[in-house]
């Protein structure tokens, strides 16, 4: 099992930046493949990026493809989530996830994700 706890969100203004960060305790946080999900008011949870378990293979969806990043950091138990050109609509509580499913990486499907963080607000300003 393992526990996620997200960082780094804040208030910003359109066009500013933010970096997320994700920290996981256990052991085994290089088993798992990762991912990043928002969910906005009033909107169901959406994909943003995922990661796999070696950082060698990454996806990102197209609303934000060009201005996210994703990346890991398997020392430090760590996955990051680099968001510029913020936009009002970026505005949403911002999730991490894990899985030891590939499919998690490549569907991006909710239901593909074993453990969840608490969330992170993030709020883009016109």
């Known amino acids: 099992q393992v526990q996620l706890v997200e960082s780094g969100g804040g208030l910003v203004q359109a066009g500013g930046s933010l970096r997320l960060s994700c920290a996981a305790s256990?052991?085994?946080?290089?088993?798992?493949?990762m991912g990043w999900f928002r969910q906005a008011p009033g909107k169901e949870r959406e994909f943003v990026a995922a990661?796999?378990?070696?950082?060698?293979?990454?996806y990102t969806a197209d609303s934000v493809k060009g201005r996210f990043t994703i990346s890991r950091d398997n020392a430090k138990n760590t996955v990051y989530l680099q968001m510029g050109s913020l936009k009002p609509e970026d505005t949403a509580v911002y999730y991490c996830?894990?899985?030891?499913?590939?499919?998690?990486?490549?569907?991006?499907?909710?239901?593909?994700?074993?453990?969840w963080g608490q969330g992170t607000q993030v709020t883009v300003s016109s």
């Open positions: 256990g052991r085994t946080f290089s088993s798992y493949h």
């Open positions: 996830a894990a899985s030891y499913s590939y499919r998690a990486v490549v569907v991006g499907g909710l239901n593909d994700y074993d453990y």
């Open positions: 990661i796999s378990w070696s950082g060698g293979s990454t």
